[in-house]
């Protein structure tokens, strides 16, 4: 039987996020690495640099698209001038997936920039399924949320993160893009263990998953982007990846960077991870 | 088929109750306003909405959301506005422009490219400290270089395609306009060239150093800020005609309006544009400066 996951999405093998300091390094060595995925938004311009510099990204990469301001979960209409140009870019790219997160970040003339928590009810997963199902129609692309890192619970949720998450994506047929750095830092901001997480979701939907570096404050834990994967991660990603039969891996690191052979050498860890799974 | 679907009311209360309270500024140790917009304590308020995490009381937990907006926001401002940053320090930047600024014009861009965009505007309105000129000043250069380097490049005129009398004479028919990226500036002083002197140094060496001198000039100084042909925003000094002319073909014209608008000019000005016009298309030629599509 034909998986959700096995139809026609490609595993590009392990990537890492395409990032300004590293350009130099990249266009001089143009290292064997299987893949970038670049910020939708921060190439979703008329003209200049940015453009110059994926056009010369894709004569030797494959490139995904990950986007940070769709904010589906938003109480104003889609905002189809955003998606216009997105999808334009999709054809630039060529990516195989889009995806964005699951929450909100806009209200009627204000846009926090930000990945703003949903509440967990049956309410919003039927609003934000709705959207997400529009979105992927629209764009004629597989369409994956994110998880986020979260630093809030409402007092109004219905259920756990990972049966709201399972239930969007499923409702709107759908993607997953799977962060377990994401998973590890919310199960330390809301008490839960992270396999109550990765053992209740549609592993079946999940097309890439997201590494990443967090900032640990003992109290909370914060979602930064700008570390080394620490232990529990690689772990969790260790676990989670056989169950996926295999999808795309990617390295995100936005701060405090590390050079480029850096950065993808601790991308290239999930290697070890990835044979560890089928030992 | 419509998109407009309903938002759930309990959603939307919720949404705009956070919004409301991450939007607002943190003090000066980077926390959250204790009284919610209600007049309510922000313990009472936020224990209404959201759950206590092991760790966290419900206050503590949007307060989070509430420092890393500003945080965000203000990074990027401070990336944006590198000259203001170091004419100000980061201190003076935050809480005397981009506070105020972001309180009164909020993002509302799913880009953040625009951030930054309505901060001269601001300066112009509300900023009344003695150094205003300056601020000013950098705002614009600030921004211009933000602008220049995502704009349209429009199909340049090329060499190529003026290389007959034939094809000359056609292509001045029709109306020329400067590249979208190009700004221009006239200044009192080289504030360019100060500007590149404070970017070669963080923000915070220019607390514990005398910032190099701008002298005012007796005259005004011109300038342009560009994209090059390798796409790197660049600057030069350039003459009053050079200055003129590129206003001009800004907002598009045709050489026999230019001719026109020439013979209006004073003697000094006239002559130097003629003495230089054949030099100055040359140039702005082989720069890529120049296009007939508006």
Known sequence: METKQSASIPNLGIGIGLRVPHYEDIFRELPPIDWFEIISENFMVEGGKCLDVLYRILEHYPVVQHGVTLAIGSPDPLDFDYLKRLKALTKITKTPWVSDHLCWGRLPGAHYHDLLPLPYTKEVINYVAERARIVQDYLELPFALENLSSYVAFQKDEMPEWEFYGAIVEKADIYMMLDVNNIYVSSRNHGFEPRQYYDNIPMDRVLQIHLAGHSDYEAYVLDTHDNYVCDEVWKIYGEVYPRTNGVSTLLEWDDNYVSFQQTWQEALKAKKYQKKSVE | ?294
Request: proline residues 7%.
């Open chain 2, 1 to 294: 088929m419509s998109y407009d679907l309903q938002v759930p009311n309990e959603l939307k209360r919720t949404q705009q109750w956070f919004g409301s309270i991450i939007g607002r500024p943190i003090d000066e140790d980077s926390r959250m306003d204790h009284i919610s917009p209600s007049g309510e304590s922000m313990e009472i308020e936020a224990a209404k909405y959201i759950a206590p995490s092991p760790a966290l009381r419900p206050a503590q937990r949007i307060q989070i959301y509430n420092q890393q907006y500003w945080w965000r926001l203000l990074g990027i401002l401070q990336e944006g506005f590198p000259f203001l940053t170091r004419l100000m320090g980061f201190y003076d930047f935050n809480r005397h422009l981009g506070i105020p600024y972001l309180v009164k014009y909020p993002p509302n861009h799913w880009s953040l490219f625009h951030l930054g965009a309505r901060l001269p505007q601001w300066v112009k309105e509300e900023y009344h400290a003695k150094n205003r000129e300056m601020i000013l000043h950098g705002a614009e250069i600030d921004w211009v270089f933000n602008l220049s380097f995502v704009v349209e490049q429009l199909p340049p005129l090329t060499s190529e395609l003026i290389a007959t009398p034939e094809n000359l004479e056609k292509i001045l028919e029709n109306r020329i306009y400067a590249q979208k990226h190009i700004e221009l500036f006239q200044l009192p002083g080289d504030l360019f060239q100060l500007r590149d002197t404070l970017l070669q140094h963080p923000p915070e060496h220019w607390q514990n150093h005398p910032s190099p001198p701008c002298e005012k000039s007796e005259k005004n100084l011109y300038f342009i800020v560009y994209r090059n042909l390798r796409n790197e925003i660049s600057w030069k000094e350039i003459s009053a005609g050079e200055y003129h002319l590129l206003m001009l073909l800004k907002k598009g014209t045709t050489i026999d309006e230019a001719c026109e608008w020439l013979e209006e000019q004073q003697s000094t000005l006239c002559d130097e544009v003629e003495q230089h016009l054949i030099e100055w298309f040359q140039d702005w030629t082989m720069r890529g400066w120049l296009s007939i599509h508006g």
